[in-house]
């Protein structure tokens, strides 16, 4: 798929917006959720091979936390949501209005929290995606994977195709104002052949 890698400027705009309005979504819904006002931001969107994600996302030997779900529907594929050890650990804190757990294990409610995090954020994306292309996507259930960023995005974990695949990354800035603070994390996209296709037609490019 030569031609993701010659997008024109303004059409990863429009999939930028695309990504900023499920964060616009997501962002009321965690802040309601936490009770703290909480504002993402989408700062980059790129595009690559699977095996070259964990070098966007840091270190390939650091610990992270991924939320993977399957995209049904009229699209199909798998997202994942992936954040950096320090911001799950965060996050699961924020959800549970509690400190974090001491150690090196999250405990099982915040790997829950997190599931809840990562299940609020992919499906706003994921409405985000359905509604500029006037389709029906459905989410499956969240899954939790915590383990070593090169670990959790090899082929054979995710069950999905060749390390040459071409993967939407998506920055995600969380913003915290009452605490001042900035975190990150990334939402990946990864459509299937036929699924790929259909997001190129959407922004006339296929």
Not at 22 to 41: D, E, F, P, R, V
Not at 51 to 69: C, F, K, Q
Not at 116 to 129: P, R
């Amino acid at each position: 798929m030569q031609e993701l890698l010659t997008l024109r400027p303004v059409q990863l705009d429009a999939l930028r917006e695309v990504a900023n309005i499920g964060a616009g979504h997501a962002a009321t819904a965690l802040s309601q959720m936490t009770a703290q006002t909480i504002m993402i931001s989408v700062p980059t969107i790129n595009i690559a091979a699977l095996d070259e994600i964990p070098t966007h996302v840091g270190d390939p030997a650091e610990a992270v936390a991924a939320v993977l779900m399957e995209m049904r529907g009229d699209l199909a594929g798998r997202t994942l949501l992936v954040f950096p050890r320090p911001t799950a650990v965060r996050l699961a804190s924020l959800m549970l209005s509690r400190p974090p757990s001491e150690g090196d294990r999250m405990s099982a409610l915040e790997e829950s929290a997190i599931k809840e995090a990562g299940n609020i954020l992919s499906a706003a994306y994921m409405n985000a995606l359905s509604e500029f292309m006037g389709i029906t996507l459905l989410p499956s259930p969240p899954s939790l994977a915590i383990d070593m960023a090169q670990a959790v995005l090899t082929t054979a974990y995710l069950q999905f195709g060749a390390d040459k695949d071409m993967v939407f990354c998506v920055e995600t800035e969380f913003v915290m104002h009452d605490a001042g603070e900035r975190l990150r994390g990334f939402f990946l996209l990864l459509p299937e052949l036929a699924s790929l296709r259909a997001i190129l037609r959407a922004v006339r490019l296929d």
